[in-house]
């Protein structure tokens, strides 16, 4: 089952880099539980997202703050019901149209098949420590 959640995450990123938001809403489970580090790096405060609604308006907020966004994974670390994973987030502002690059990754929990819980680290290390790993 642990390849299959890779897949399913997989497509989740590919729907996201594409704008398609019902694709990508598609691969998590009706409770999910978002909680991404975006909103750090725009110099916010950090945000829960629940539920499909939630993750539709993260996409809404982020759609609506760039006009370019893209993930590009480096590694997935396997971890049967879990996954870390480690990538770069590639975004172009929509008004300032400037470029920006930051380091993404995520720990992912699945429940039926499902992204069930999601956090994002602007820190590797972080991450691995979050997932109870050592670099």
């Known amino acids: 089952m642990s390849q299959a959640n890779v897949e399913t995450f997989k497509r989740g990123i590919e729907a996201y880099n594409r704008g398609d938001i019902e694709a990508a809403v598609?691969?998590?489970h009706p409770d999910v539980e978002w909680r991404p580090a975006i909103q750090v790096i725009l110099g916010g405060e950090a945000v829960v997202y629940r539920g499909h609604d939630g993750v539709r308006e993260f996409l809404q907020d982020t759609d609506e703050a760039f006009s370019e966004?893209?993930?590009?994974?480096?590694?997935?670390?396997?971890?049967?019901?879990?996954?870390?994973a480690e990538g770069r987030w590639l975004v172009r502002g929509r008004e300032s149209g400037a470029e920006t690059e930051a380091s993404?990754?995520?720990?992912?929990?699945?429940?039926?098949?499902?992204?069930?819980?999601?956090?994002?680290?602007l820190d590797r290390n972080e991450?691995?420590?979050?997932?109870?790993?050592r670099d």
């Open 104 to 121: 993404l990754n995520f720990l992912v929990d699945f429940e039926h098949g499902k992204l069930s819980r999601a956090v994002t680290f």
């Open 26 to 28: 598609a691969v998590h």
């Open 69 to 84: 966004a893209r993930i590009e994974l480096r590694e997935i670390r396997d971890l049967g019901d879990r996954l870390i």
């Open 127 to 133: 991450a691995l420590e979050a997932a109870g790993l």
